[in-house]
């Protein structure tokens, strides 16, 4: 079946990698974000605006357009901005999700949500896809409440959930950074960085996260799957690892405790997933780390 595939969120980092990986396969595709094409690299005739929280808009658009899938990246996850205004986020991470995925069973096209490791309460870390729930931060709650929506539908199973970690890359105009461009930002420049030495993650290739994504529609697979990198550490050792790798100076680089940020939001300590069911049924395979390291470097350069 040919494929036609809607991005919500294209002009965030994972929407805007799924753009290119579209183009450079031929897939058809329609990009939708809330306001203007701010990726230059999409072309605007493969550009809707859309208001994933307004209902009729949702409903209009994707009838329209008729899609085969739906890779719903679009989300409000700035965690501590969830944490002090839960009702914009149950409206964009939650209510969104509910408009969505009904117009989906309208037309039987498959819809797959963007969802993460905060659902997590970090005790345990290497989690796989059937480890049990507990998020710490609203911004959890708020992603378990969407995953919830297609888990307990029994009207339909044609949904998937991709769970994700601590997402980096660079794109066009983007709204934020990540630790990643950060860290070569500052590095080179000898600047102080005070990072976090008590929350492991694994680093997520955006790249990487959007070919898994397009793996699990191109094979129909359904259900959850933990799509992230191989590795995971401590923050403040990641950057370490991208100042060995590129011969810069860390002595700039201090270990602090996460109690010391007083954040609103609280943090999982640990998390860090099993990616064994991804390898084995999709074929992923993320690039190691200090590859896409030099990439990233080309790509800035």
């Known amino acids: 079946m040919k494929q036609k595939i809607v991005i919500t969120g294209a002009n965030g980092l994972l929407g805007q990698k799924l753009v290119k990986l579209f183009l450079q396969n031929g897939v058809d595709f329609i990009a939708t974000s809330k306001g203007a094409n701010r990726n230059e690299n999409c072309p605007s005739e493969r550009f809707v605006p859309l208001d994933v929280t307004n209902e009729q808009e949702v409903n209009e658009v994707l009838m329209e357009v008729r899609p085969t899938a739906i890779i719903h990246t679009a989300a409000m996850t700035n965690v501590d901005q969830c944490e002090s205004d839960r009702d914009g986020c149950d409206r964009l991470n939650v209510d969104a999700v509910e408009f969505l995925w009904n117009t989906a069973k309208k037309m039987n096209c498959h819809f797959q949500l963007l969802s993460t490791d905060f659902i997590f309460d970090g005790e345990k870390g290497n989690y796989s896809e059937e480890d049990p729930a507990n998020p710490v931060s609203y911004y959890g709650v708020s992603k378990l409440k969407a995953e919830q929506i297609l888990i307990d539908d029994s009207s339909s199973d044609n949904w998937s959930i991709v769970r994700t970690i601590l997402v980096y890359g660079t794109g066009s105009n983007l709204s934020r950074s990540n630790l990643v461009l950060w860290a070569m930002a500052t ?69 602090i405790s996460s109690l010391g940020l007083n954040q609103p939001a ?36």
């Open 187 to 255: 590095l080179p420049q000898g600047g102080e960085m005070n990072i976090v030495n008590d929350q492991f993650r694994a680093l997520t290739w955006a790249d990487d996260l959007a070919q898994g994504c397009w793996l699990i529609v191109l094979k129909g697979q359904k259900g959850i799957f933990h799509i992230s990198g191989k590795d995971t550490m401590s923050v403040f050792d990641w950057v370490k690892r991208i100042a060995r790798h590129f011969d810069w100076a860390d002595t700039n680089v201090h270990p």
């Open 266 to 301: 609280k943090r999982p300590p640990k998390t860090g997933f099993s990616i064994q069911k991804a390898q084995n049924l999709l074929g992923y395979t993320p690039e190691s780390f200090e590859k896409t390291l030099d990439l990233l470097k080309e790509e800035l350069s």
